[in-house]
């Protein structure tokens, strides 16, 4: 009970591989708030990951903690990226307005909630992913301009 397939990891991977992006972590967590932070915490802190996306707890349900688990860990929130991948995700249903999802950093690595249904994957990560270079760059120390592209 409580345990479904992980049909979205996948997904995630095959868009980032498609963009340059090398998939060095994946597992899977339950459901349970201490144990997501734990995880987010050891890939930023211990294992210093620049990027860290999350596929599912994100919606309404009282077992989806990951938006509460990863505010409560990061130093301060990107809310840009959450808020256009809701914008964009509106476009095709109106659920999307429910994912709570948020995204943040710590120290310099950037943490992504993505929902966890394939679709929804599909839907949402391609609509970040020009700006994530630019975004981790930032977070390496570059000194290049927002807007000399």
């Known amino acids: 009970m409580g345990e479904r397939e992980d049909r979205s ?11 340059g992006y090398n998939v060095i ?9 201490e ?3 734990e995880t987010l915490l050891k890939w930023a802190d211990e294992l210093s990951v620049p990027l860290i996306i999350t596929t599912g707890g994100t919606g309404l349900h009282p077992t989806d903690v990951t ?32 994912s709570r999802g948020v995204s943040g950093i710590r120290g310099a690595s950037l943490i992504i909630n993505l929902p966890g ?31 000399s592209d």
């Open 9 to 19: 990891s996948s997904e995630i991977e095959a868009i980032l591989s498609k963009h």
């Open 25 to 33: 972590e994946k597992t899977i967590v339950p459901d349970n708030k």
């Open 35 to 37: 144990r997501i932070k």
């Open 67 to 98: 938006p509460q688990a990863t505010e409560e860990i990061v130093e301060y929130t990107v809310p840009g990226i959450s808020e256009i991948m809701r914008t964009e995700g509106y476009r095709l249903t109106p659920y999307a307005i429910l």
């Open 117 to 147: 249904s394939p679709k929804a994957v599909r839907e949402s990560l391609p609509v970040i992913i020009p700006a994530l270079s630019h975004a981790l760059e930032k977070l390496r120390g570059s000194d290049r301009e927002c807007g």
